[in-house]
């Protein structure tokens, strides 16, 4: 939707829309979560998460993202998660592997952006090297947030990015779309 109504249309409003996603929204939100699961296995978390999704179609995304990630730590390493949205599950296996929290999150939020930017070669008029000098860009936004962020709480969740909700929200009733959210 956000492409539609003409608030993305070129590699600039991209950057700056992910940008927003990153310092104030559900990119934010999910690198607060993941540092929050990280050593931790209260179900609130998991819970917390869920609850902020800000649409349908995101808790939809977040549940089926962790239950993936989650068979597959299974499969790959042998951890049973149980059933866990995607951030929650990143924090707590990034504990269970001994990975630094900072660089976990710094990675997941450059993941973040490369699934937007991706997206956003088949919807706009920017190709692949635009993109990835977005993405590039963003690496110090990841690494800032990241660094920011650890030892964070649920009590450092917040997110201002309405406009970026109300546009998920119409997206789930959109008419005809490419993809699910």
Known sequence: MAVDDGFISN?????????DLLEFGT?????VILNTAYGSNDPTINATAR????????????????????DTVLAVWGHNLGELCY????????????????????????????NLTTASTRLLKIGQID???IQLALKPHCIKIATSLRGATLEDLHN??????????????????????
């Open 160 to 181: 201002s990015t309405w406009l970026s909700d109300i546009e998920a929200m119409r997206h789930e009733k959109q008419y005809s779309r490419i993809f699910r959210s």
């Open 27 to 31: 990119a934010r939100s999910d690198a």
């Open 131 to 133: 993109c990835q000098k």
């Open 51 to 70: 609850a902020v999704a800000t649409s349908a179609e995101r808790l939809m995304e977040t549940d089926l993202q962790g239950r993936a990630f989650c």
């Open 87 to 114: 951030p929650v599950a990143v924090g707590q296996i990034a504990n269970i592997l001994e990975l630094d929290v900072e660089l976990t999150t710094a990675m997941y939020l450059q993941a973040f952006i490369a």
């Open 11 to 19: 590699s600039i409003t991209l950057e700056a829309w992910l940008i």
